[in-house]
């Protein structure tokens, strides 16, 4: 089949495609057919209930900065599809993107190979970074780590495993030890493993390590961070200093944590990654969504779809803007916490807009509403009033599910 990019959306959205099925037979099988690129590709694997998307995005600008051609592969997007595969921060065009993805459905289709959404995305990302010729590639796991697709690199050069915390239980297990045990499955035999002791899943990830003789390499707890003149600094080791840092978010002293031992462990594998490669990707590093500040709006915009996101945006905003009056705009998806990431954010006096986006499983208002009888301010958000909304004198958030972000978020930015 010879598809455009629209086209090539709705096959993704369709619902032939678009459903999860965990595991790596069917994505094997295509990438066998497809020569097996990713075998020969320079891996950075990272798992993680939380942060492994800012992680895997600090870190690819920090290897750009330094010199090397770097692919990475994260998801969900936000607007667009081409925001999963990119090269040096460029996405990937819009036509290539429709070219591979019709490659593998093609194949796919010949060898009676039923692959989901994301298999088809993985798939596609591996292919274009080897053709690409990419010195190095950062994989983001789309769910657990175990029978996820991007897991079929056997010999990945470092794996790194983000805090750990009670999401998709449905599939990964009901408690933090079977949570853990499915992200411990990005790990192989002989590698390098970068973990906080501090992360709830250290004694499952310290064990699977052991089993697969990996090296455990533990970070700090954190970095210490502080917001002066609206601009946010980080005191790092390498060397020590003041380093300004573009991304929000007392979680994000966590994350430098892992990504300061990251960079450690890649100069003892040879990558050459000066400090100021380093100074020059914290100050331009850019993750849409993710405590990401709008002066001139006064606006938060923070992706906290699962409890333990919704406590850290708390903690952010209690810390940041701890002197003013917050206005919320929600949206949730079913299949998450999100009375309880409710609970942890809002008070009853708060003035929250819920908006009723365009997912199948999105959360309609009514439903919310007799969830949350204590909020006495709650309103359903008319999205053509949004501008009235954001013109308010207040700080403004607009958070809980990123696919309500990504339908809205021109909306919010321009």
Same mark, same amino acid.
């Given at each position: ?249 007392? @979680? ?6 892992? !990504?300061?031992? &990251?960079? /450690?462990?890649?100069?003892?594998? %040879?990558? =050459?990654? #000066? ?17 990401? @500040? ?6 938060? !915009?923070?992706? &906290?779809? /699962?409890?333990?996101?919704?406590? %850290?945006? =708390?903690? #952010? ?98």
């Amino acid at each position: 089949m010879n598809l455009n990019y629209e086209e090539t959306i709705k096959l993704l959205t369709s619902q032939g495609k678009f459903y999860i099925n965990l595991g790596l037979e069917r994505i094997l099988s295509i990438m066998n057919l497809l020569g097996n690129p990713q075998e020969n590709l320079k891996i950075i694997h990272i798992a993680g209930t939380n942060g492994k998307g800012s992680v895997s995005a600090v870190l690819s600008e920090i290897l750009k900065s330094a010199g090397y051609k770097t692919g990475l592969y994260t998801s969900p997007h936000l607007v667009e599809y081409t925001e999963r595969i990119q090269i040096n921060n460029r996405q990937i065009s819009k036509d290539e993107f429709a070219k591979y993805v019709s490659e593998i459905c093609d194949l796919s289709e010949k060898h009676n190979i039923d692959l989901t959404e994301f298999e088809i995305l993985t798939a596609a990302a591996f292919k274009y970074f080897y053709d690409n010729k990419v010195d190095i590639a950062i994989m983001e796991t789309g769910m657990g780590g175990r029978f996820d697709a991007t897991n079929i690199c056997k010999n990945p050069i470092l794996c790194i495993i983000t805090s750990i915390s009670k999401d998709h239980t449905d599939r990964l297990g009901a408690n933090i030890e079977e949570i853990a045990f499915e992200k411990a499955g990005i790990i192989k035999e002989n590698s390098e493993v970068i973990i906080s002791p501090l992360n709830a899943g250290f004694e499952v990830i310290k064990k699977k390590s052991q089993a697969c003789h990996a090296r455990l390499v533990k970070s700090q707890n954190e970095i210490n961070t502080v917001f002066e003149g609206r601009k946010n600094y980080a005191f790092l080791n390498f060397p020590r200093g003041k380093y300004e840092f573009s991304l929000l978010g007392l @979680y994000q002293r966590k994350n430098l944590a892992l !990504i300061e031992q &990251a960079v /450690n462990v890649l100069k003892q594998k %040879e990558f =050459k990654v #000066s400090n100021s490669a380093v100074k020059t990707a914290l100050k331009n590093v850019k993750w849409p969504a993710r405590l990401e @500040y709008i002066s001139e709006k006064n606006l938060v !915009i923070d992706g &906290a779809h /699962n409890p333990d996101g919704a406590l %850290e945006l =708390k903690k #952010s905003l209690d810390y940041y803007f701890k002197d003013e009056k917050r206005l919320f705009i929600y949206s949730t998806i079913s299949t998450k916490d999100y009375v309880t990431s409710s609970n942890i954010l809002f008070k009853p006096e708060d003035e929250i807009y819920f908006y009723e986006f365009n997912h199948k499983n999105a959360v309609m208002f009514e439903e919310y509403k007799s969830k949350m009888p204590q909020l006495k301010n709650l309103n359903k958000l008319n999205i053509n009033k949004l501008d009235e909304i954001l013109k308010k004198d207040c700080l403004k958030v607009v958070t809980g599910s990123l696919y309500m972000i990504g339908e809205i978020y021109n909306k919010l930015i321009i």
